[in-house]
């Protein structure tokens, strides 16, 4: 009878963690953007900015060499478990050279390559920016996409300039052939310039089209505008802020986001990262 009772009591631990894994919200592996630690590379170097992005606990950075060769900088991080899953690009090297993006990607070890901004006239971002933009990136996306990557388009908060029934980003999400374009949502920015239920409404409206997320949150109070620009104050630790981030992440499972990167802008990086993954693991 012990030894039924010893059986059962086991089985109810096994049956309770099971209970709790499988409500924890928050699976992806832990990953940065390393512009969040542009302040560090320049002054310790890349071997030990790697070492302290290891040591807070991250598996995956999403970013460039930081000024070393790619070889180079992809043996230093396999030999610390970190991987690239996400690497960047400038718009205009999509046009001139979409090749040397894919080659670039590939040494890394990078499935997706992201491009942080389009260029245009400081608050002016226009129809004809958009129109631009979808060109550039279907033709790209292309040939991407024929040899192994995905491009994903990160925005700034400046696309949601009103047009017709929705935004330019609306827009360009419509417009960008889905075989070829993907999206990555940084929180940040779709606050700042589309409003706190903006991730959410984006998540729901495009399933399938995000693929990769800058886990990145604006501080309360703080109403935004159309610029893509913000003082550094007004980045806080992932959950101090404006983000709804359980129904964010949720939607982010459902919808298909495969990688998710803290990135933190503010002057107090050390401060926050420790707290927003504590927050994220909490979910």
């Not at 991407?144 to 935004?167: A, R, V």
Request: net charge positive; with cysteine.
């Amino acid at each position: 009878m012990k030894k039924n009772t010893i059986i059962l009591a086991f089985l109810g631990i096994i049956m309770s963690l099971s209970t709790l894994q499988a409500q924890k919200l928050y699976t992806y592996p832990i990953g940065v953007q390393t512009y969040t630690f542009r302040k560090h590379f320049p002054v310790k170097g890349v071997e030990k900015t790697l070492d302290l992005i290891k040591e807070l606990g991250f598996t995956e950075v999403e970013g460039s060499s930081n000024g070393i060769g790619l070889e180079e900088y992809k043996k230093l991080c396999d030999d610390r478990g970190i991987s690239i899953p996400s690497t960047g690009t400038d718009f205009n090297e999509l046009i001139k050279d979409p090749m040397a993006v894919v080659k670039r990607a590939k040494t890394l070890g990078s499935k997706f390559v992201m491009c942080p901004w389009i260029p245009h006239k400081k608050g002016q971002f226009s129809l004809a920016d958009a129109q631009k933009a979808v060109e550039v990136f279907n033709n790209a996306g292309k040939v991407l996409k024929e040899n192994g990557i995905t491009l994903c388009y990160h925005d700034h908060g400046f696309e949601f300039q009103p047009f017709e029934d929705g935004t330019l980003l609306d827009y360009m999400i419509k417009n960008t052939n889905p075989q070829f374009v993907s999206f990555e949502m940084d929180v940040l920015w779709t606050i700042h310039g589309g409003g706190a239920d903006m991730p959410v409404k984006l998540l729901k409206k495009y399933p399938g089209r995000f693929k990769l997320m800058h886990v990145k949150d604006l501080r309360k109070g703080v109403k935004g505008d159309l610029t893509g620009g913000t003082p550094a104050e007004n980045d806080v630790a992932v959950g101090a802020g404006q983000g709804n981030w359980k129904q964010i992440i949720k939607l982010a499972k459902k919808g298909g986001v495969e990688h998710c990167f803290i990135e933190d802008e503010s002057d107090k990086e050390l401060e926050n990262i420790p707290l927003s993954i504590a927050f994220l693991k909490s979910l």
